[in-house]
């Protein structure tokens, strides 16, 4: 362990900014979850009702959690765990891949393993670095609750169910980090796992059953046991709090680890479990241009968001007509209220058609991870060193960025249209009456220029201050995302809300369908896009993180 306290002091000095906006954000989203809930749903009465309905459509709680009483802290942890569960696992796997497989790939390993430190310590400095990590957080969390008023009892189990979350996905990302050949690989594999768990864990939440007991409780189904976000559900802090569910998460986190410190003992540095497969003597024709090149290297993180676009979109045409049916009448005002709450300001209409356009919304939320993911390689790349080489041959500048925002557009056309056939398709199994179809394409087309938008922002990020691309990029995206998706379900004002371009899409509900917001998101997108094209091209190489 030699170096140890070096190590883990040179963890928190490279990550000390994104990891300040991590926990800021855990302590913003833990106030304004609060505020929510007391302004929308202030009380009891107006949550029993609220929960009468997700039992009734079950549907919906694939995007909230089981419903588990009327209490403020219970209501507030059902609509909001899952998501945060979401966004803990995806720090705690970024974390712990940039240290192992992204230090391998810059070549610092070779280096720190070269001194007394070895190949096991700066793993450990790693494990210890995100232990600590998830503990702020979830004191954040657990301190959030206590200073509103919530009892210790249920505050205290609420921050360990996120911390086993944390926890585990930590350990999972290290695992994932010495299976795959590439941080982009190795991430890729752990943010899926994140998204699955998520996934699994809604599948479960909405084939429970109502308990016999509690009319306003529900007990999750037996699937949800699949996943660590279900885990932590599992813990109920405000209602029946239960403290061995988190030893679960714990427990597959400690094994993750092992497994990794056991796999990085074995293994030489560069190497993995699944080796990277052996490259042409020469490249194929295709590849003599940079678009060409930027499509190969991100080819099948792409794939991996075209499936989870046609599955989303599956998913939500196979539901939505299921929500006419398991609705009464006398309660779906109320549900298309809480619908279009994610559906847009002032989103109103038929409850089908806001249950699709809200669902889009989300599938937006994909395609524009897809298309930012595109200018974060172009940083990557940069940083790597390997721009440098294209940029030696008769390749200019322009050329070059263009190549990664033209695959990043296309990227988003592609995951757009999977999805609309996927709705098409499931909606179709279900019988849907056929207008359905013009506003399943509707919804779909009215989320382009948003994640233009936001595609445009990022690159201007890129050219303008190249070091904070990835950290202030995603920050960007992560933000503009739940403020513009959840913003209205949390009541947030309506400056909050302007801020996402996500809160600007066209209402396609309305008889009168108004694109002129779409319109000039879309000349906005163009001209940014541009400038940042020409500011790349007048500033210099920004080699190293």
Same mark, same amino acid.
């Given at each position: ?14 990550? !000390?900014?994104?990891?300040? #906006? ?6 913003a989203l833990a106030s304004v979850g609060h505020s929510a ?10 949550? @029993? ?77 790693? #494990? ?7 503990? #702020? ?14 009892? @210790? ?53 909405? /084939?429970? /059953? ?21 885990? $932590? ?20 986190? =400690? ?8 796999? !990085? ?6 190497? *993995? ?83 699709? #356009? ?19 390689? =172009? ?13 030696? /041959?008769?390749? *200019? ?31 179709? $199994? ?8 013009? /506003? ?5 087309? =009215? ?68 694109? @002129? ?20 091209r007048r500033r210099d190489v920004a080699l190293g993180g």
């Amino acid at each position: 362990m030699s170096g140890l306290g070096a190590l883990l002091r040179q963890r928190f000095r490279r990550d !000390r900014i994104q990891l300040l #906006v991590w926990v800021l954000g855990f302590a913003a989203l833990a106030s304004v979850g609060h505020s929510a809930v007391e302004q929308s749903y202030g009380t009891a009465t107006d949550r @029993a009702g609220v929960i009468a309905l997700l039992e009734q459509t079950p549907s919906v709680l694939i995007l909230r959690g089981t419903p588990q009483g009327t209490q403020t802290d219970a209501f507030q942890f059902m609509l909001l765990f899952a998501f945060l569960g979401v966004m803990i696992g995806l720090m705690a796997t970024f974390l712990a891949v940039r240290h192992t497989r992204g230090d391998e790939e810059q070549g610092r390993a070779e280096l720190v393993e070269s001194t007394p430190a070895g190949r096991i310590t700066p793993l450990v400095a790693t #494990v210890i670095e995100g232990v600590i990590a998830v503990a #702020v957080i979830a004191v954040v969390n657990t301190g959030g609750f206590l200073l509103y008023g919530a009892d @210790a009892g249920g505050a205290v189990p609420a921050g360990l169910a996120l911390a086993s979350v944390g926890l585990c996905f930590l350990g999972i990302g290290l695992l994932a980090a010495q299976v795959m050949r590439t941080s982009r690989g190795a991430n890729g594999v752990a943010a899926a796992l994140v998204a699955a768990a998520y996934m699994v864990r809604g599948i479960g939440d909405a /084939t429970g /059953t109502v308990d016999a007991d509690d009319p306003l409780s529900m007990t999750a189904g037996w699937i949800s046991w699949l996943s660590p976000i279900g885990w $932590g559900q599992r813990t109920s802090p405000f209602s029946d709090p239960a403290w061995w569910p988190v030893l679960l998460g714990v427990l597959l986190g =400690a094994v993750a680890v092992v497994g990794a410190i056991a796999l !990085r003992s074995s293994r030489d540095i560069d190497s *993995s479990i699944i080796p990277e497969r052996a490259g042409r003597a020469h490249a194929r024709a295709s590849l003599s241009g940079p678009i060409a090149l930027v499509w190969r290297e991100l080819r099948n993180p792409t794939i991996g968001w075209l499936v989870a676009g046609a599955l989303f979109g599956l998913l939500v045409g196979s539901l939505s007509e299921t929500l006419t049916a398991s609705a009464p009448a006398d309660v779906k005002q109320n549900l298309g209220d809480t619908v279009g709450s994610i559906a847009g300001p002032n989103a109103h209409g038929d409850l089908v058609d806001l249950f699709i #356009v809200a669902m889009f919304s989300m599938i937006g939320a994909i395609a524009a991870v897809c298309a930012v993911q595109s200018v974060a390689r =172009a940083r990557q790349d940069e940083a790597n060193g390997t721009a440098e080489i294209v940029l030696s /041959t008769a390749v *200019s500048r322009i050329r070059w960025f263009l190549g990664y925002l033209v695959i990043a557009v296309v990227s988003t056309l592609l995951v757009m249209a999977v999805a609309v056939l996927g709705a098409i398709a499931g909606a179709a $199994g279900a019988g849907a009456p056929s207008g359905t179809i013009d /506003t399943i394409t509707s919804a779909a087309v =009215a989320q382009l220029p948003a994640v233009f938008l936001l595609l445009a922002v990022v690159a201007l990020v890129f050219a303008l201050v190249p070091r904070l691309t990835i950290g202030l990029g995603w920050t960007v995206l992560l933000l503009a995302i739940f403020v513009g998706q959840f913003g209205g379900l949390f009541g947030l004002p309506d400056w909050a809300r302007d801020i996402s371009p996500f809160s600007h899409t066209p209402i396609v509900t309305e008889a009168d369908v108004d694109w @002129a917001p779409a319109w000039l998101m879309l000349g906005i997108a163009v001209v940014v896009a541009a400038a940042s094209v020409l500011l790349v091209r007048r500033r210099d190489v920004a080699l190293g993180g």
